[in-house]
C-alpha cells in the first residue's frame, strides 16, 4: 500500500484571467476549487491511475470535510489530523492570452507538538511492513527538521520503506538518514552538490554519489524531463508537450512522481518507471488543476514518451 503524508496541505483555487495585468482591474473566472497538497496531488493522480492510497497529514480543522469529500467515490482513503487555523489558499492566475501563470501562496496553519504526536499515532495505525510512504511538500510553521526525521524514522522502523519529495532541511535529512526515493529538481541537486550544476550530466554524476543512501534519484528537469538515477544506472526520460497546449504546470511533477510509483509497485524496471512518470507529468500540463489527470492522455504520451540510457 501507498501512503501520501502532506504536512502543508492546501486548497487550490484556479482563476482564468486573460490579459492579466498587476495593478488593474479586471474580470475572471473561477475554474475550480481543490483540495491539495503535494501528496494529496500523487494520492489523486494514483486513483486515476487505478491505484489504491491512503492519505494522511495536517488540514485545518474547518476543512477537513472538504478533503474527505474530494476522495469520494475514488481509489483514495483519506486519514487526516486536523490541527488549529486554515488551510493555506493558493491561488493561480491562469492568463491564456499573455501564457503566463501567476502563483500566490498564502500562509496558513502552525502545527503544535501534541498535533505531531496526533501524527505519528495515526502513522502508527495506517503503516505497515512493505508499504511505501510518500512525504510530500514543505513543512509548515512549527514541524522541524528533527520532526520530520522522527516521522521518517518511525516509518522506517515499521518496515516501510521512505520516500520524499521535498526541499531545504527536510530533503537534506532524509538523505542523510537514508530513504528508498528523493526527487529534487536542479536546484536542489546543485545544493546538495554544493555547487551550481547547469547540465544534466552533472546532476547525474552529483546523483550517483548519494546511492549509497538513497536507492532512486528522480531529478526533474521540468519541461525538459527527468533524470532517474539507480544502482542499476541512469536514464533521461522526457515526454514533449507544444507550449500552445499547455495550461498549467502546477501538479506537474507530483503527477511524475505517481507515475514513477506506480509503475515500481508493479515491479516494473526504472527505465519503464520513468516513461509513465513523465507521461503523467505531461498529461497535468493539461489540466488545470493539479493532481488531475485524463488517462487518454496518460496513454498517449506513455507511447510518445522517450527514455535512453545516459
Known amino acids: 500500500m ?49 491505484y ?112 520524499v519529495d521535498s526541499s531545504g532541511l527536510a530533503l537534506a535529512s532524509a538523505i542523510k538518514d537514508g530513504v528508498f526515493l528523493v526527487k529534487p529538481n536542479l536546484d536542489e541537486m546543485s545544493t546538495l552538490a554544493g555547487k551550481r550544476l547547469s547540465l544534466w550530466a552533472e546532476a547525474c554524476v552529483a546523483a550517483d554519489r548519494l546511492l549509497n543512501k538513497v536507492d532512486v534519484i528522480l531529478v526533474s528537469l521540468g519541461p525538459e524531463g527527468v533524470l532517474g538515477v539507480t544502482r542499476e544506472g541512469c536514464w533521461r526520460a522526457r515526454c514533449r508537450v507544444p507550449q500552445r497546449d499547455v495550461v498549467s504546470t502546477v501538479g506537474c511533477g507530483d503527477a511524475l512522481l505517481a507515475g514513477y510509483l506506480a509503475d515500481h509497485v508493479e515491479g516494473e524496471p526504472p527505465s519503464e518507471c520513468l516513461r509513465l512518470a513523465v507521461a503523467c507529468g505531461a498529461a497535468c500540463a ?20 522517450r527514455v535512453w540510457a545516459v
Open 52 to 163: 489504491a492510497s491512503r492519505a494522511t497529514g495536517f488540514v485545518g480543522e474547518a476543512d477537513e470535510r472538504l478533503f474527505v469529500e474530494s476522495f469520494v467515490d475514488t481509489k483514495v482513503k483519506p486519514s487526516f489530523v486536523t490541527v488549529s487555523g486554515a488551510t493555506r489558499l493558493d491561488t493561480t492566475v491562469l492568463d491564456h492570452v499573455g501564457r503566463t501563470e501567476t502563483h500566490i501562496r498564502e500562509e496558513g496553519f502552525e502545527v503544535k507538538a501534541r498535533d505531531l504526536a496526533r501524527l505519528g499515532r495515526k502513522l502508527d495505525e495506517l503503516v505497515s511492513p512493505g508499504d511505501l510512504v510518500v512525504f510530500c511538500g514543505s513543512l509548515p510553521p512549527g514541524v522541524t527538521a528533527a520532526a520530520f526525521r522522527e516521522l521518517l524514522g518511525a516509518c522506517k522502523a515499521q518496515g516501510a520503506k521512505a520516500a
Open 2 to 50: 501507498i501512503v501520501t503524508v502532506t504536512l502543508n496541505t492546501s486548497v487550490d483555487r484556479v482563476l482564468a484571467v486573460p490579459n492579466f495585468q498587476v495593478g488593474s482591474h479586471t474580470k475572471g473566472a473561477l475554474v475550480g476549487t481543490l483540495p491539495a497538497g503535494k501528496g494529496v496531488n500523487v494520492s489523486r493522480c494514483l486513483s486515476t491511475l487505478g
Open 286 to 305: 493539461l489540466t488545470p488543476l493539479a493532481g488531475v489527470i485524463r488517462m487518454s492522455d496518460v496513454r498517449r504520451f506513455t507511447r510518445e514518451a
